[in-house]
């Protein structure tokens, strides 16, 4: 089983719960209560610029030319179609300008920069890895839902749109993969501070769905 998979199943509890949210159901439904959406973009958005620093950081500390490649073209994707649908949905739900610049973090939104800053900071390639495939693997898997038709709802079905498909299964398999190559020779302090990431990652996905009915 490789790592990914192991990380996977062990987080298995949290990451289930994460992706069966009930924020997951309503918006497949396009039946998000509209202060419950506002509150859960305004404070998605605030993940955009220490995103955007740890996909820079991954760019920089990757191993292969070819890996910077494929992160340096997702990053033009996060920093292009994904900010401009939070510019349009934040325009959509008229929120003020000083909720989109600085608004009150919740606990989670403020765990989770941190925990992106701090893989940023360590420029080490397995930790912003570690950091960013729970971001969007996760994503990826409540997006997914084959059986199920996006709603008509156009905010919360470009939300689905922008995390499923593909071209997005196709980012989330290389982080994987590359995941996966690069810790399997890593000394066990070294894994393990990389399994720590992860797993808290998995914990603050599921906090942040939480927050957002807070």
């Known amino acids: 089983m490789t790592f990914s998979a192991q990380l996977r199943e062990m987080t298995a509890p949290t990451w289930d719960a994460a992706v069966g949210h009930r924020f997951v159901d ?40 070819d890996a910077r490649v494929v992160h340096a073209r997702q990053l033009g994707i996060v920093a292009g179609p994904e900010n401009d649908f939070f510019a349009r949905a934040l325009d959509t739900l008229d929120v003020p300008l000083a909720d989109r610049t600085e608004p009150e973090l919740l606990q989670p939104t403020s765990d989770f920069i941190e925990l992106m800053d701090d893989a940023r900071r360590s420029a080490d390639y397995p930790s912003c890895l570690a950091v960013l495939l729970v971001a969007e693997w996760l994503y990826l898997e409540w997006a997914t839902r084959p059986e199920e038709t996006p709603p008509d709802e156009p905010l919360q079905a470009e939300w689905i749109t922008l995390h499923s498909g593909r071209a997005f299964a196709g980012w989330v ?12 020779d890593l000394e066990p302090t070294h894994r393990d501070r990389v399994q720590e990431l992860f797993v808290r990652a998995v914990d603050l996905e599921l906090a942040f769905f939480d927050a957002a009915y807070t």
């Not at 920089?60 to 030319?65: C, E, G, L, Y």
């Not at 398999?173 to 399997?184: G, P, S, Y």
């Open 26 to 65: 309503e918006i497949w439904r396009g039946g998000v209560d509209t202060d419950v959406l506002t509150t859960y973009l305004v404070q998605d958005h605030q993940f955009v610029d220490a995103f955007l620093a740890l996909m820079g950081a991954a760019v920089a500390s990757a191993d292969r030319a």
């Open 173 to 184: 398999e290389f982080l994987r993969t590359e995941f996966d190559r690069v810790c399997a």
